[in-house]
């Protein structure tokens, strides 16, 4: 049975930093792409970033490249979200994901499994 395990939210000022783990289990993950979403109150969940399943090749939404690094470690099943330059509009539930394949693709449907969430909260 696949389990996602997110880890590291927080409430933080804005212009401050967080680092957010995913640990997984139940799979090979080196096979697939990981991917961080996140849910504001009220708005649909929306693609962050995505990493292949080789560590390789990442992709960002535009709001966050250039503040966000996404990075895994296929030793230890982990993905990793650090977030830099954070700001209130970041405020949302992080949700990691498992693709069911391997490629850079950005939309929920292309992801098999999620964990619960973390809640990320940035003050003014």
């Known amino acids: 049975q696949v389990q996602l395990v997110e880890s590291g939210g927080g409430l933080v000022q804005a212009g401050n930093s967080l680092r957010l783990s995913c640990a997984a289990s139940?799979?090979?993950?080196?096979?697939?792409?990981m991917g961080w979403f996140r849910q504001a109150p009220g708005k649909e969940r929306d693609f962050v970033a995505v990493i292949r399943g080789t560590g390789v090749a990442t992709y960002y939404a535009d709001s966050v490249k250039g503040r966000f690094t996404i990075s895994r470690d296929n030793a230890k099943n982990t993905v990793y979200l650090q977030m830099n330059s954070l700001k209130p509009e970041d405020t949302a539930v992080y949700y990691c994901?498992?693709?069911?394949?391997?490629?850079?693709?950005?939309?929920?449907?292309?992801?098999?499994?999620w964990g619960q969430g973390t809640q990320v909260t940035v003050s003014s």
């Open positions: 139940g799979r090979t993950f080196s096979r697939y792409a």
């Open positions: 994901a498992v693709q069911s394949g391997d490629s850079g693709r950005t939309n929920r449907n292309s992801y098999a499994y």
